[in-house]
């Protein structure tokens, strides 16, 4: 029997969910949304999203298993949007879920495969392996997405990229090849997968729009923006202490992006490592973003 996905809840309530709430909305519009917002205080609502015919938001506090499930019966997929460090609430989502009598889950994680062999030491790994196994015990039926790095977090400060001044700053050679999937597209693919889950059950879903060097960016920029780059590498990362200086962000946070940049630099993004080929000619439905309107919008945003 084919399983049918009519109602899809996006579990999460940060960026990822509302760029997931406006992807299906545009390219999936039969179905219907039920957006989750966790929160332990106060509560901030992202505008683009608001209850209507098509999409419904409740608002669940942390740990709130039981209202969880009373929001979650009825529903028959959950996409999770939490980050993969909130390992304890996955395990505890899977739970839940299969409580209520959902269908199909999507984790967290769509980013790396903590598989490859040179993330043995990532600092979640053992984690987000914990939430793996917690899914094959159940009776969900279920896909792990790995679409490497988000362009968008990518084409960033954080990343090196500076547009408002035609330069870059490369931690490494910048020669090692890594994965790379606009957001737009990793939505598409991730629901259009859910939609066929009983050909996708079980299986790590490995899609990517484009697999490149950080030098083959610098190129793929220069050649949209018609802009020369100023090119700088970098052996080692600044002191976290300075890199908190520049933007006011936790010394937290920037110790997982240098974690990311190191990943960057060792190739270790590539989600399509041997024997595991990318999967995106089983999704042929999605049509890949071009590189030149990625490229061009993030670099248009940082001249406005």
Same mark, same amino acid.
Do not use: C
């Given at each position: 029997m084919t399983?049918?996905?009519?109602?899809?809840?996006?579990y999460g309530g940060n960026k990822l969910s509302m760029m997931f709430y406006l992807g299906i909305r545009k390219y999936f519009p039969h179905l219907y949304i039920t957006v989750v917002y966790l929160y332990t205080g106060f509560i901030n609502i992202p505008?683009?999203?608001a209850e209507n015919a098509w999409a419904k938001i409740s608002y669940i506090k942390y740990g709130d298993?039981?209202?969880?499930?009373?929001?979650?019966?009825?529903n028959d997929a959950i996409i999770c949007t939490l980050d993969s460090k909130d390992t304890r609430y996955q395990i505890g989502l899977i739970n839940t879920a299969e409580a209520a009598g959902i269908k199909v889950l999507v984790p967290a994680h769509y980013r790396?495969?903590?598989d490859t062999p040179i993330l043995s030491k990532y600092s979640q790994r053992v984690d987000i392996r914990k939430i793996y196994r917690a899914l094959k015990k159940s009776s969900l039926k279920y896909i792990i997405v790995a679409a490497g790095f988000s362009v968008e977090d990518f084409l960033a400060p954080h990343f090196g990229w500076d547009f408002a001044n035609n330069s870059v700053l490369i931690h490494g050679d910048g020669t090692s090849v890594n994965s790379f999937t606009p957001i737009a597209d990793l939505v598409r693919y991730t629901v259009a997968a859910v939609l066929r889950i009983d050909e996708f059950h079980g299986r790590k879903l490995r899609i990517a729009t484009y697999t490149l060097s950080v030098l083959d960016w610098v190129?793929?920029?220069?050649?949209?923006?018609? @802009?020369?780059?100023?090119? =700088?590498?970098? #052996? @080692?990362?600044?002191?976290? =202490?300075?890199? #908190?200086k520049t933007n006011g962000m936790s010394v937290a946070w920037w110790r997982a992006k240098c974690e990311m940049i190191n990943i960057l630099d060792q190739g270790g993004g590539l989600v399509d490592?041997?024997?595991?080929?990318?999967?995106?000619?089983?999704?042929?439905?999605?049509?890949?973003?071009?590189?030149?309107?990625?490229?061009?919008?993030?670099?248009?945003?940082?001249h406005k």
């Open positions: 399983t049918e996905i009519k109602r899809i809840v996006l505008d683009p999203i298993y039981d209202m969880l499930e009373a929001v979650f019966r009825g790396i495969d903590v190129a793929a920029v220069e050649a949209a923006t018609g @802009q020369k780059f100023l090119v =700088r590498h970098q #052996k @080692q990362h600044p002191p976290l =202490r300075d890199l #908190k490592w041997s024997p595991h080929p990318l999967d995106n000619n089983l999704l042929p439905e999605v049509v890949p973003t071009p590189i030149n309107e990625i490229i061009q919008k993030a670099y248009s945003l940082a």
